[in-house]
C-alpha cells in the first residue's frame, strides 16, 4: 500500500478522500490556488503545496505543477477526484511517465470513453444495448437526417465529443432538422472545438440509471448496484438515489452484468460507472461510460457498506477487490443533495459570498455531510458553487425520504443564496414521494415545487406570526437575563406598553402578497396565550420554541414545525413544503435603494463573454444584450423593456464584479 497520496483536487472530495487515507494510515499531500490558501482540504492534509494562482487552468488544471507537487513531496500516488484532471488522458499519462501511479483507470479506457461515437462502436461489439440510431463517420447531413427519418421523431443530436449537455438538439420534427443540426454543430465547435454529431431516437420519458462498476488488475468485476439521477435540471443531477426504486432483482441483474460488460470491453480498472437510459418498457441502452469516482458515490457507500476511496486504492494498489459479487448485498435506501450556492428562482443563477453562518444537520448513522467549506469561508467565482453534498440513509425508501426532508429543514446557511428550499420542496412532493420520476421530473413538477400555484396561508400565516412574537419574547427575556434590574417594566417579556392593550400589530409578506396580522396577548395563569387575526379570522394560539422547533397549538390543533429565521425571512418547514415569509418593517425613510438606476446590473461576479449590441442601439423588450459567464455556466443579459442602450460599460473578456453596472439603459415609455 502507498505510504503517501496527493490529491489532485480541492472542496468536499478532497476532503473525502483525505478522510479515508487517514483512517489506512496514508499520509496525504493537498494542492491548493490562491483562492484556496486557507481552504478545508489544505488544513486537513499532512502536507500541501501552492500550485498557483485561482482559475483551474492556472492551477488545478496544471498537469505539470500537480506532477512536480507530487514529485517533491515523494507521493507515490496521485488521487484526482472528479472533475479537474480526473478525465484526462494525458495526464495519466504524463503520471506513469514520473513513475506515480495515477488511481484511476489505464489511460486506453480514457481513451475510449472519450468520444461518444467511438464508445458506442466499443460497445456495439462488446453486444452492450445501445439507443437507436447513427454514429458513423460519414458527417454529410443527407446520411444523419436519413437516419432520424427512417427512425421516427422525436431525435436527439449529440456531439461526439460532447459533455455537460454541450452540442446537445432535440428534433421534434423533419423540417426542423436543418435548423437543429446546424446549432448543435455551431455549440460543438465552440465547445469542443469538433463538430461532429451522431444521432439517437429521443426517449421522451426515461430514466437515468447508472451503476456503480470495480474492476482490479486480477481479473476481478462487480457491480455496486445501482443508482437513480433522474432528477436533473440542465442535464445536472440534483438529487440522486440507491437503489434504484421499482427495479426488479432480473432487471437489476442484467443491468449490472451489462455493465461489467461494458467496463471489461476497454479493459478497465478502479471505479467506474455506466451511465444507461432506462425506458418504461424496462429496456435499457448504454448512454457512457464515467471514467471516475463519481459525485454521487456515498448512496452506494451506504446501501453497501463499502468505502469506494478504500477500494481505489487498494486496487491501484495492485491487490484483489475486497468483495466479490456473492458477498455484495443492498440494506436500506440513501439520498444525496446536492447544496448549492444558486437562486433556483432566478434560473439556478450561481451565487457567490461569504458563508457567514453554517450549520449542518447533525450527523449520525442516518444523516452523512460531505463538504469543503466552514463557516466564514468564501464561496468564489473560480470553482463548482457546491457547498455540501446532504447524504441521508435509512431502512426503506419513505423512512429515508423523511430523513432526507428532516435534514434539509436543519440546515442553516446565511449569507449565500442556496437551493436547499428549492431541494426541500422536491424531496416533499407528492409525485418525488410516490417515484413518479423521469429525467424532466423538475420541468413537470415546476409549478409545484416553486410553489407557483395559489396556495392557501390560513394555517401558516398564524404559526408564522406566533413564532416571530414567541421569538421577540425569548430575545427580550434573554436582554432582560443580562441587565442589572430584570423587573423593570423596559425589560417586560410580552407586548406591554403603558396605557395600552397588549396588541402586536404585523405585516407578513409571502410572494409578493402582504398580509396585515394583528396579535392580541393574555394572560393565562403564569403563562400567554394569543388571539391571532388575519383578514378578520381570528385563531387562538399558545407555543414554544425550542431549538428551532416551534411547538404549536392554534384552535387546539397541535403540531410542531422547524423554523428558520435569517434576518426578517421566516422560513415555516412543513411537511408538504416550504413557506418563506417577510416581515414588513416600518419604512423609516431610510429604504432608500433604488430601482429606476437606468443601468442593468451584472447579477454575478464573472467574465464578459459577448457584448450583442452597441452603445446607442434600440432593443426590444427580453432581447439578448450580453452573455456573461460564471462558474462554467453561460448566462443572457436582457433587455428589462424596449428602450435604448446608452452605454457599454464592458468588453469581451472582461472581469465582472457582481452588482457593477453593465450598462446605462432608457426604458422607451409604453
Ligand atoms: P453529456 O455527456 O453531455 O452529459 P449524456 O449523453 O450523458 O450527455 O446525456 C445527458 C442527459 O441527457 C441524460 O442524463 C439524459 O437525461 C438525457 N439524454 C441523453 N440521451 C438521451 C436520449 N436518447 N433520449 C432522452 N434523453 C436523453
Not at 427512417?150 to 435548423?179: C, I, N, S
Not at 444537520?361 to 446532504?390: C, H, N, W
Not at 429606476?596 to 439578448?624: E, F, W, Y
Request: net charge negative; aromatic share 8%; with cysteine.
Amino acid at each position: 500500500m502507498f505510504t503517501k497520496i496527493l490529491i489532485a483536487n480541492r472542496g468536499e472530495i478532497a476532503c473525502r478522500v483525505i478522510k479515508t487515507a487517514r483512517k489506512m494510515g496514508i499520509l496525504t499531500v493537498a494542492v491548493y490556488s490562491d483562492a484556496d490558501v486557507d481552504s478545508l482540504h489544505v488544513n486537513m492534509a499532512d502536507e500541501a503545496i501552492h500550485i498557483g494562482a485561482s482559475p483551474s487552468r492556472e492551477s488545478y488544471l496544471l498537469s505539470e505543477k500537480v506532477i512536480a507537487a507530487a514529485k517533491r513531496t515523494g507521493a507515490q500516488a496521485i488521487h484526482p477526484g472528479y472533475g479537474f484532471l480526473s478525465e484526462n488522458a494525458d495526464f495519466c499519462r504524463m503520471c506513469t511517465k514520473a513513475g506515480i501511479t495515477f488511481i484511476g483507470p489505464p489511460v486506453a479506457a480514457i481513451e475510449a470513453m472519450g468520444s461518444k461515437s467511438a464508445a458506442k462502436n466499443i460497445m456495439e461489439k462488446a453486444q452492450v444495448p445501445l439507443v437507436p440510431g447513427y454514429h458513423g463517420d460519414d458527417q454529410s447531413m443527407a446520411v444523419i437526417k436519413k437516419a432520424a427519418d427512417d427512425m421516427g421523431y422525436p431525435v436527439l443530436l449529440k456531439a461526439t465529443a460532447g459533455g455537460g449537455g454541450k452540442g446537445m438538439r432535440q428534433v421534434w420534427h423533419e423540417d426542423e432538422f436543418a435548423e437543429g443540426f446546424a446549432a448543435a454543430k455551431r455549440e460543438a465547435k465552440s465547445s469542443f472545438g469538433d463538430d461532429r454529431m451522431l444521432v439517437e431516437k429521443y426517449l421522451t420519458q426515461p430514466r437515468h440509471v447508472e451503476i456503480q462498476v470495480f474492476c482490479d488488475n486480477h481479473q476481478n468485476a462487480v457491480y455496486l448496484f445501482e443508482r437513480d439521477c433522474s432528477v436533473q435540471r440542465r442535464h445536472q443531477k440534483v438529487i440522486e438515489e440507491a437503489p434504484a426504486f421499482s427495479m426488479s432483482e432480473e432487471l437489476r441483474a442484467q443491468m449490472g452484468e451489462s455493465a461489467i460488460k461494458s467496463a471489461q470491453a476497454i479493459g478497465y480498472q478502479g471505479a467506474g460507472t455506466v451511465e444507461f437510459l432506462l425506458d418504461v418498457d424496462g429496456s435499457f441502452y448504454f448512454m457512457e461510460m464515467n471514467t471516475r469516482l463519481q459525485v454521487e458515490h456515498p448512496v452506494t457507500e451506504l446501501i453497501t457498506g463499502q468505502d469506494l476511496v478504500e477500494w481505489q486504492l487498494r486496487v491501484a494498489a495492485g491487490e484483489v477487490l475486497p468483495k466479490a459479487q456473492h458477498e455484495l448485498k443492498i440494506n436500506g435506501h440513501a439520498f444525496e443533495a446536492r447544496i448549492y450556492a444558486e437562486d433556483p428562482n432566478n434560473d439556478f443563477l450561481p451565487a457567490t459570498g461569504t458563508l457567514d453562518f453554517l450549520q449542518p444537520p447533525v450527523e449520525s448513522e442516518f444523516v452523512r455531510v460531505d463538504t469543503g467549506v466552514r463557516q466564514g469561508d468564501e464561496v468564489s467565482v473560480f470553482y463548482d458553487p457546491m457547498i455540501a453534498k446532504l447524504i441521508v440513509w435509512d431502512e426503506n425508501r419513505e423512512k429515508a425520504l423523511q430523513r432526507l426532508a428532516k435534514a434539509l429543514s436543519e440546515y442553516r446557511i446565511n449569507g449565500v443564496t442556496t437551493n436547499i428550499d428549492f431541494l426541500y420542496n422536491l424531496a416533499t412532493c407528492a409525485p418525488f414521494v410516490n417515484a413518479d420520476i423521469d429525467t424532466s421530473f423538475i420541468e413537470k413538477n415546476q409549478a409545484i415545487i416553486f410553489h407557483d400555484s395559489e396556495q392557501s396561508l390560513a394555517g401558516e400565516l398564524p404559526m408564522a406570526a406566533l413564532y416571530l412574537v414567541l421569538s421577540q419574547a425569548q430575545q427580550a427575556k434573554a436582554k432582560a437575563a443580562k441587565t442589572n434590574d430584570p423587573f423593570s417594566p423596559w425589560n417586560m417579556t410580552n407586548a406591554w406598553r403603558l396605557n395600552e392593550a397588549n396588541i402586536h400589530h404585523m405585516i407578513l409578506a409571502h410572494n409578493g402578497s402582504e398580509y396585515p396580522i394583528i396579535v392580541e396577548q393574555k394572560r393565562q395563569g403564569s403563562g400567554s396565550y394569543y388571539l391571532i387575526s388575519v383578514d378578520g379570522q381570528t385563531v387562538d394560539c399558545q407555543g414554544r420554541i425550542e431549538n428551532d422547533t416551534l411547538y404549536a397549538s392554534i384552535d387546539g390543533y397541535r403540531s410542531h414545525t422547524t423554523i428558520a429565521q435569517n434576518a426578517h425571512q421566516i422560513s415555516l418547514y412543513h411537511q408538504n413544503g416550504v413557506f418563506n415569509f417577510t416581515h414588513v418593517l416600518p419604512d423609516c425613510g431610510d429604504n432608500s435603494a433604488d430601482d429606476n438606476h437606468g443601468g442593468l446590473l451584472a447579477p454575478m461576479n464573472g467574465t464578459m463573454v459577448s457584448v450583442l449590441i452597441k452603445a446607442g442601439d434600440s432593443v426590444t423588450a427580453d432581447q439578448p444584450l450580453m452573455i456573461m459567464e460564471a462558474m462554467k455556466m453561460e448566462h443572457t443579459i436582457r433587455a428589462p423593456s424596449k428602450g435604448v442602450v446608452d452605454a457599454i460599460y464592458y468588453n469581451d473578456g472582461d472581469m465582472v464584479d457582481g452588482g457593477a453596472e453593465l450598462l446605462a439603459f432608457t426604458a422607451e415609455e409604453a
